[in-house]
């Protein structure tokens, strides 16, 4: 089945410096990649997607990026804020139809913003 | 539009008991999938319900199941609760109208297992 690795397991920036979270996975079948963020007592929260079509994609402050040939994907927060601080989750499927596919996380990045 | 809700927030519960947890899709959504998420593990999927059927489905024992009605708000159950059991339960729905379908995910229900 499908692996995500995700790195760094914590990340601590500057405020308004830039954050950058990296995953890898493994089955090439897999066209679907999801970001989403998770603060203390909350479900996790899509914050942005992409799909094998695209090689980037932005909204605002944040951006992804995909390169199906190493197979790995990134996220980028530039401007970085408090309200940034969070647990960031990559996922991965191959959301081939038959309903909603199971998503496979990485393990989740630990950002801090230090004031 | 509201989101996904989840109840209860919070269980206590004793090894060898049952559970069950409920969760209320986005309006118009007709996919619920539910994740285990520990410490330990990540989160997982378990399973997946499209129009009250089970469609995809994760690696977990069959102490782990779930329904989906015709309103699209699912339970899962879970018999013969262990320690290892206990965990954040979250479900996400979809509207599977699109390819690849996004999931969104509710609050959760905090299961302790005693």
């Known amino acids: 089945g499908e692996n995500v690795e995700q790195h760094p397991s914590t990340l601590s920036v500057q405020e308004g410096d830039s954050a950058v979270i990296k995953c890898t996975y493994s089955?090439?079948?897999?066209?679907?990649f999801p970001w989403y963020k998770q603060e203390l007592g909350k479900g996790p929260q899509l914050i942005i997607d992409?799909?094998?079509?695209?090689g980037e994609k932005k909204d605002q402050r944040i951006a992804v990026t995909l390169n199906k040939t190493a197979k790995h994907f990134s996220l980028h927060i530039t401007e970085t804020q408090p309200e940034d601080s969070a647990v960031y989750f990559c996922a991965a499927s191959m959301g081939s139809g038959g309903g909603a596919d199971g998503l496979t996380f990485g393990k989740g990045t630990h950002l801090i913003i230090q004031p | 539009k509201a989101g996904v809700t989840q109840t209860p927030r919070y269980l206590i519960k004793t090894r060898g008991q049952q559970v069950t947890l409920s969760c209320s899709p986005i309006s118009g959504h007709r996919s619920v999938s539910w994740y285990q998420q520990t410490p330990g593990q990540g989160l997982q999927f378990l399973f997946e319900?499209?129009?009250?059927?089970?469609?995809n489905k994760g690696n977990f024992p069959g102490r782990f199941s779930g329904r989906q009605f015709s309103n699209s708000r699912s339970e899962m159950n879970v018999s013969t609760l262990e320690l290892g059991d206990s965990a954040l339960y979250l479900c996400?729905?979809?509207?599977?109208?699109?390819?690849?379908?996004?999931?969104?995910f509710g609050p959760g229900t905090r299961l302790t297992v005693t």
């Open positions: 992409i799909r094998s079509n695209v």
């Open positions: 319900y499209f129009s009250e059927t089970q469609r």
């Open positions: 996400a729905s979809s509207s599977a109208t699109r390819l690849p379908y996004e999931q969104y």
């Open positions: 089955d090439s079948a897999s066209n679907y």
